[in-house]
């Protein structure tokens, strides 16, 4: 069909074309898009991509040192904030059982907070409580059982004296700048221009 338009009987009336539906020229549709009587040429996915399970829930353990957590498959691990990773599988257990399992009757002060609102175990340091957590350095574990943590996560300074202790978060912060540490005493790369350079030298002297 056709619209004019225009002001009056003596205005102008340029024409604009409006093609129906049913025109000739335009292919028929179903009603997702396609043209009918035509299949897709891919109908499934060449290939998934399988990802972790995220976690819903966590538990900070009496230790302060240890979360639980659990996924959506109903899979309990346990964590160590010290090392930054999974140190123990549990399966589809009770998370509230196996926190009594590790419960252990000691006072830690809380020094971090921790969330899964991203589907994954996030720890948040903020100053000055971050540096309330201190352990003896020599500190062991208990006699190891299959539901305990393992005998490496002791903190393992057998050089230590028996009344010395190490503050938590200060072991946290040092493990997650230690490599820009190195890279930040070695200088720059190129040779000559570090400041352990042995062709380095002070510019006041």
């Given at each position: 069909?056709?619209?004019?338009?225009?002001?009056?009987?003596?205005?102008?009336?340029?024409?604009?074309?409006?093609?129906?539906?049913?025109?000739?020229?335009?292919?028929?549709?179903?009603?997702?898009?396609?043209?009918?009587?035509?299949?897709?040429?891919?109908?499934?996915?060449?290939?998934?991509?399988?990802?972790?399970?995220?976690?819903?829930?966590?538990?900070?353990?009496?230790?302060?040192?240890?979360?639980?957590?659990?996924?959506?498959?109903?899979?309990?691990?346990?964590?160590?904030?010290?090392?930054?990773?999974?140190?123990?599988?549990?399966?589809?257990?009770s998370m509230d059982?196996?926190?009594?399992?590790?419960?252990?009757?000691?006072?830690?002060?809380?020094?971090?907070?921790?969330?899964?609102?991203?589907?994954?175990?996030?720890?948040?340091?903020?100053?000055?409580?971050?540096?309330?957590?201190?352990?003896?350095?020599?500190?062991?574990?208990?006699?190891?059982?299959?539901?305990?943590?393992?005998?490496?996560?002791?903190?393992?300074?057998?050089?230590?004296?028996?009344?010395?202790?190490?503050?938590?978060g200060k072991l946290?912060?040092?493990?997650?700048?230690?490599?820009?540490?190195?890279?930040?005493?070695?200088?720059?790369?190129?040779?000559?221009?570090?400041?352990?350079?042995?062709?380095?030298?002070?510019?006041?002297?």
């Amino acid at each position: 069909g056709f619209i004019s338009a225009g002001a009056g009987p003596a205005a102008a009336a340029p024409h604009i074309r409006v093609p129906s539906a049913s025109h000739h020229g335009r292919a028929h549709t179903d009603g997702r898009g396609q043209q009918a009587g035509r299949q897709p040429l891919i109908s499934g996915p060449s290939a998934v991509l399988q990802g972790i399970p995220p976690i819903v829930a966590h538990k900070v353990l009496s230790d302060r040192r240890h979360i639980l957590t659990k996924d959506t498959d109903g899979n309990v691990s346990r964590w160590d904030v010290l090392a930054g990773a999974e140190t123990g599988r549990y399966g589809k257990v009770s998370m509230d059982d196996m926190e009594r399992k590790l419960f252990e009757a000691r006072h830690c002060p809380s020094w971090f907070v921790a969330d899964n609102r991203l589907g994954q175990l996030s720890i948040s340091l903020e100053p000055p409580h971050c540096f309330n957590a201190e352990e003896y350095a020599q500190q062991q574990q208990e006699e190891e059982q299959q539901w305990r943590p393992r005998a490496s996560d002791a903190l393992g300074y057998p050089e230590a004296t028996e009344d010395a202790k190490v503050n938590l978060g200060k072991l946290v912060l040092e493990g997650a700048f230690a490599l820009w540490r190195q890279q930040q005493l070695r200088g720059p790369t190129m040779e000559g221009l570090g400041p352990g350079s042995a062709t380095s030298q002070d510019p006041t002297s």
